[in-house]
């Protein structure tokens, strides 16, 4: 049920739509590229939100505190984006609900005891 959880919320990260002048990018991309901009401003954020993705999977991942971080690390950037940008540029489902159940699997996924 763990990785479950963990599969479903990284997922639902990743496919967070960011739209554009054009079209809609998927936030892994967003954080991907942006990491590697330099002189971005927004550079140690996405940094931070990949980070925040590796420790998932590193063997410490399975403790709570390192959940706690990395899902702060996660939703960093996400808060940058929103402050930096105007709210407006928010209000569409490709946004909301992936964040959403980003948001809810991943709670979840950190309250739950773990099976060891």
Same mark, same amino acid.
């Given at each position: 049920? /763990?990785?479950?959880?963990?599969? &479903?919320?990284? %997922?639902? *990260?990743?496919?967070? %739509?960011?739209?554009?002048?054009? =079209?809609?990018?998927?936030?892994?991309?967003?954080? @991907?590229?942006?990491? $590697? /901009? $330099?002189?971005?401003? /927004?550079?140690?954020?996405?940094?931070?939100? #990949?980070?925040? =993705? #590796?420790? !998932? $999977?590193?063997? *410490?991942?399975? *403790?709570?505190?390192?959940?706690?971080?990395? $899902?702060?690390?996660?939703?960093?950037? @996400? =808060?940058?984006?929103?402050?930096?940008?105007?709210?407006?540029?928010? !209000?569409?489902?490709?946004?909301? #609900?992936?964040?959403? &159940?980003?948001? #809810?699997? *991943?709670?979840?996924? &950190? =309250?739950?005891? !773990?099976?060891?």
């Amino acid at each position: 049920m /763990e990785n479950k959880l963990k599969i &479903i919320s990284l %997922i639902s *990260y990743s496919l967070i %739509i960011l739209m554009g002048q054009m =079209i809609g990018l998927p936030f892994i991309f967003w954080l @991907i590229f942006t990491s $590697f /901009e $330099f002189g971005n401003n /927004e550079q140690v954020f996405a940094i931070f939100g #990949v980070i925040g =993705i #590796v420790l !998932n $999977f590193t063997k *410490y991942g399975k *403790y709570r505190i390192v959940k706690i971080l990395s $899902f702060l690390l996660m939703i960093l950037p @996400i =808060i940058i984006r929103l402050t930096k940008t105007p709210i407006e540029k928010f !209000n569409y489902l490709m946004f909301q #609900v992936p964040l959403l &159940i980003y948001i #809810v699997t *991943y709670l979840i996924f &950190i =309250i739950k005891p !773990n099976r060891t």
